[in-house]
T-cell receptor
Framework: KAGVTQTPRYLIKTRGQQVTLSCSPI?????VSWYQQTPGQGLQFLFE???????NKGNFPGRFSGRQFSNSRSEMNVSTLELGDSALYLC??????????????FGPGTRLLVL | DQQVKQNSPSLSVQEGRISILNCDYT??????FLWYKKYPAEGPTFLIS???IKDKNEDGRFTVFLNKSAKHLSLHIVPSQPGDSAVYFC??????????WGAGTKLIIKP
């Protein structure tokens, strides 16, 4: 079974631009979560989508948005990029789970550098 | 406020010895805990989990211990191997399913 895939793997943008990242979950997984990882900050939760609906949202500004398609693929968009948005963006998908026992499977991430 | 804390940014252990990684949490509603391992330029991979109804879960060289009264969990790796050098994240969830992550501990296994 193919793992979670993310495209592109690396991206360089300049301040003020916008960017769209893509994530394809493992087949059969309907939940997709997005995280931002910066050095020393661990994984900061952005949002989670389930069946095309945003189910949870972290504490990020409105410049960060996402969506999920009917095939469970997800995209996240960052508008008006700032230098501080430089990070590794990780996508994770989850299989149907027992209540309260979620295990997430991560993609390799998209490394975004904002200049 | 950090609900899941990994207070040691890094840990260095001799190959063959025991590695103990610690994680503290503040939310008493957390009932499921996971450990992930992350190599550079890769996404985290699931390592081991434990439900709050247990106090220990073992998988090969990896054992996770949960002390609910102290709101503390730990990951033991015995014996430590060079391939265990990575960043280890603990994460916790309550009934709303959203995982809350610690900042990670970088484990370095010395030959």
């Amino acid at each position: 079974k193919a793992g979670v895939t993310q495209t592109p793997r690396y991206l360089i943008k300049t301040r003020g631009q916008q960017v769209t990242l893509s994530c394809s979950p493992i087949s059969g997984h309907r939940s997709v979560s997005w995280y931002q990882q910066t050095p020393g900050q661990g994984l900061q939760f952005l949002f989670e989508y389930f069946s095309e609906t945003q189910r949870n949202k972290g504490n990020f500004p409105g410049r960060f948005s996402g969506r999920q398609f009917s095939n469970s693929r997800s995209e996240m968009n960052v508008s008006t990029l700032e230098l501080g948005d430089s990070a590794l963006y990780l996508c994770a998908s989850s299989p149907p789970f027992l209540a309260g026992q979620e295990t997430q499977y991560f993609g390799p991430g998209t490394r975004l550098l904002v200049l | 406020d950090q609900q899941v804390k990994q207070n040691s940014p890094s840990l260095s252990v001799q190959e063959g010895r025991i590695s103990i990684l610690n994680c503290d949490y503040t939310n008493s509603m957390f009932d499921y805990f996971l450990w992930y391992k992350k190599y550079p330029a890769e996404g985290p991979t699931f390592l081991i989990s434990i439900s709050s109804i247990k106090d220990k879960n073992e998988d090969g060289r990896f054992t996770v211990f949960l002390n609910k009264s102290a709101k503390h969990l730990s990951l033991h790796i015995v014996p430590s191997q060079p391939g265990d050098s990575a960043v280890y994240f603990c994460a916790a969830s309550a009934s709303n399913y959203q995982l809350i992550w610690g900042a990670g501990t970088k484990l370095i296994i010395k030959p």
